[in-house]
């Protein structure tokens, strides 16, 4: 696979992907990574995926995420999301 990336001129780009992969920021919760954690619970509900979507929302609690500084919008999401999880329990 090595000689197969060389010849292809990629091996740079899989060192920058590795980077990144292996870099603990790229696993750090920061407040604005709440966001994307509820839309990937909603996607998740949408889906039929209660208990994805809940594990998400989970997290979310348990991190303890300072959810003060996400967008109205996005804590009316959470809201609706929380709402409709336990409308499945």
Do not use: F
């Not at 780009?13 to 994307?36: F, I, Q």
């Amino acid at each position: 696979m090595d000689r197969d990336l060389g010849r292809r001129g990629r091996t740079e780009w899989v060192s920058e992907e590795m980077d990144v992969l292996t870099s603990p920021n790229t696993y750090k919760l920061e407040p604005e990574n709440a966001t994307w954690r509820i839309s990937l619970a909603q996607y998740l509900l949408e889906s039929g995926d209660v208990h994805a979507a809940s594990k998400v929302i989970e997290g979310i609690d348990t991190e303890r995420l300072d959810l003060r500084v996400i967008k109205p919008d996005t804590k009316a999401r959470l809201d609706a999301i929380r709402k409709q999880l336990r409308a499945n329990n």
